[in-house]
């Protein structure tokens, strides 16, 4: 037996009414007067039999009445019986239903009548069996669940209404997320039948594995209602999706070239052989490149090359033709193309024969075309005694060569320029004062740079002729993927005799490490607006043979791009929390929102970490957003469906039955009438009806009793004293 309303609360309300009656009772007998008077011992002796038969029927009224109470409160607590052929079951049906939709994009697969229309029609066959008034709840899960109608009295109509105008969301299944919240809506409902229904089409990449916590919840339901999980027949399980688009490499400049890769994943049982993807640059279509054979299961990325006229900021489009699942058939992306990008180079420890300079193979790297005063790469080199002289917002990347030390205010400097979306690239070496660098390049107590600088260490504690090579890259980091690009016998003749011990911090990144002991060469932070990376080696050839290895030019260009354009900065998933950066700007200026279905809304700006204005973006679809603020450039973002969801293959009712194994879950197999399975296990009674008609029988019957006996004790009175007597036994009674 379980109770819907707080046992503490009504039980004590209970003991307290059945105390009442006892109470009174003994303070009756304690108040009485005894007084001794010589005729009325004459009588005593004869109403010693009365008055034992008058102290029964008391106990007996006294009884019914507490019983009248507990019955009371117990019908207050409001129990139900869940199990079937109890005594009890004769008392009040009434359900409490949470009917959960899976909302997720691949319900949207199917081509004639897709899985999501499918459960819809599930649920209103659910709801059909629900009594007019129970309170029902209907919630579609994504990644977070949305509330389509809460603890509502059932009406055909409305609920019908509410369903229809319901769809698929842009999402993928959070499942521990949506159970924590069924398992709260089920505890709220006050019913002696509860129920839980998740329709779901039994996405194989969602239910194989539950995690521990997503058990727990369901554990967590089924203790308090019927859980049921009702899979979504299924027309097809083939889907070929983008399931990623990104800059890959080459320059983001004006007269530029650059490389964008696609990544078309086949989440099918079959191959796929006769799909294209087209390219788009402002909504304009480049360039379509037939895709070839994909295997079930498999991934083929395709590259597509595209050269900048102009600068600005561009935007980016890979689609597919249509199929089963449309929505996962494009996917978007935004990129800033610089009409000119100026880079200082400064030198630590310039020299009067120039290929000695520890500048001189950086600046030759970023010089590989030599363009003049016009080039969109525009390199200077300075004396690091100079560089307080140096104007640096007339450069969007700083390089610091092998630089000994700053005092405090230059530090402060570099910091800014960072905040404010500059580039930092720091090479170390033998001249750099490790604490002077972790004491002046501070950013509101945190440290610029990726970890805390240590001495420098050899390579030769191994060996005389012992040195480090490149490890194994691990990262996908754009500059990590230079690497992989290259052959691994060309790898292996870039060599290192020394580098600087770095402490990794918080927020560093780890892009490219050294054999060995795993020692970081090349880290990563972002800071603010801007991006610091650090190279443990020199930019010379003191250190190591990095300086004139083919990696190094690609290194230095790719850096700079990456830097300066920030291809990742603008990409983001729905649901994600996001923002559109209006650069000059303040914060509190209108600005117009544009969402992907051309939607306009006004925004204020917020001043994102303190310094920066930025448009807050609801990533509700996907697309591209875009900020209009007046005198300003349109700035874009670019937001992306999860494509964990694009893999539409599904469990049948046998495989959920076993990964649930030991929750007291109904699998709904397929064919099966839903309707009549849920009336077979709908069980359980609400008692308090029963309860309360029982309490007024037993009121009624203790009145009668107590006028009876009343009654009874008036019949055949001669004495007065007797008479008076029997007076207060019934004034008692009565109170």
Known sequence: MNFLNPIALWAGLGAVGIAVPIIIHLLYRKHKRQTDWAAMELLRRALVIRSGQV????????????????????????????????????????????????????????????????????????????NVGDPTTVVLMGNRPRMILRATGYDERRFAEALEQTATLPERLNIERCLAELAELVTELKTPVRECYILTDAQATDWTTLSDEARARMEE?????????????????????????????GSLRRSGMARFSAQISNSGRRPQGDATATFYIDDQAITRQALGAIAPGSSKVVSFFASFDDGGTKKLKVSLGPDALNIDNARHAVVDVRSRVSVLCVDGEPSAEPWKSEVFFMVRALRLKEGGSEAALNVANTHWQDLPAEDFSQYDVIALANVPSFDEEMGKRLVRFVSRGGGLIVFTGDLVDP????????????????????????????????????????????????AKALPQEELDTARFIQSTKVEVGEGGVTILSLTGQ?????????????????????????????????????????????????????????????HIVIDGAEAGTSAVLLDPKGRESSVKLLAREGTVPACPVETEIAGIFEAVVIDKEPSPIAVNIDPMEADVRVLDGAVIERELGGIDVHVVAQGDSLASIVKENRIGRELSRMLLIMAVILFLAQSWLARFFTRRMRTGETDVTESMRKKNVAAARKT
């Open 518 to 578: 795993d020692t970081p060469l090349l880290l990563e932070k972002k800071t603010g607006q801007g991006t610091v990376l650090l190279c443990t080696t020199t930019a010379d050839r003191e250190w190591s043979n990095l300086a004139i290895h083919p990696l190094f030019p690609m290194m230095m260009q790719q850096a700079v791009t990456y830097l300066t354009s920030r291809p990742g900065d603008r990409q983001f998933l729905v649901g994600d929390p996001a």
């Open 435 to 482: 604490e002077a660098y972790n004491t002046s390049l501070q950013h509101e107590g945190e440290l610029l740079l990726p970890g805390e600088l240590h001495k420098a260490v050899k390579s030769s504690a191994g060996g005389a002729d012992a040195t480090w090579s490149l490890g194994p890259v691990r990262s996908d980091h754009v500059l990590a993927r230079l």
């Open 221 to 249: 339901i089924a203790e308090s209602a019927n859980l049921f999980i009702v899979p979504i027949p299924v027309g097809g399980e083939e889907n070929l999706g983008v399931t990623s688009f990104e800059y890959a490499s």
């Open 55 to 130: 102290r029964l029927e008391d106990y007996l009224l006294l009884f019914l009445r507490c019983l009248l109470l507990a019955l009371t409160a117990l019908a207050l607590l409001r129990p139900t019986v869940r199990r079937v052929g109890t005594v009890l079951s004769g008392g009040q049906q009434r359900i409490g239903a949470v009917v959960a939709i899976d909302a997720s994009y691949s319900m949207a697969h199917g081509k004639l009548s897709n899985r999501y229309e499918q459960a819809v029609e599930k649920a209103r066959e659910i709801l059909s069996t629900v």
